[in-house]
């Protein structure tokens, strides 16, 4: 039997709140929300004109900062404009302008070690699959994402720096230490639409307020569903 129209309207129940003790699985897409309200220009900040120069300033910023490995490139990528320039340069000279960068003498190594391999085996060009990129000098799963991602417009997975890795544990997206265990968290949790950008809002956001080794809580989009914030 049909309601009275005079009878009141039956307002549809809102799903209860996401809370810093829901699952991931339910945190998560309000995580990405947030994130992508917040940064909504998010991208990789290191800069580059092509794949050799996107591989060399990610081999460089390991323990680095972005912008420190931009100031060095500025020049470093004018010196060295072509692999046969890294190949055949002199290795302390090398070291010397790399060296802001920090641990320089093993990325003077790589840098030139890497050059060699990609003249050698390559004819010149960066490999542009993840099985071939992480045989690089230097290049772990975090370096081959983000330049396979930036150069090749391939997602296979996602790229876990120092920023991407206090964040997933923070929030409680993982348990794990181990930045490849700590992707396939990420991966088995995020559609693989989001991998790509999913990096960019962690790495802004860490910056900017999840900042190690003091968050500042009482500013985070997130506070109310963080487990580990500070705000209650």
Partial sequence: MPPSPDAPAIKPSRPPRARRTDPPERRFPIIWRRLSQAYPDAKCALNFSNPHEMLFATILSAQCTDAMVNKVTA???VKYPNLEDYASADPLELQQDVKPTGF???KAKNLQATARVLLEEYGGRVPST???LVTLPGA???TANIVLGNSFGKVEGIA???HVRRLSQRLGLTTN???VKIEQ???????KNRWFRLSYLF????RAICKAPTPKCGECVLSGICPSSQVR
Avoid: S
């Fill in 75 to 77: 020049k470093l990528f």
């Fill in 177 to 179: 230490e181990d930045p």
């Fill in 104 to 106: 320089f003498r093993q």
């Fill in 185 to 191: 968290d990420l991966m088995a949790l995020v559609p």
């Fill in 160 to 162: 876990v720096d120092t």
């Fill in 203 to 206: 790495i802004e956001h860490g």
């Fill in 130 to 132: 993840m099985a071939e």
């Fill in 140 to 142: 772990a799963r975090k």
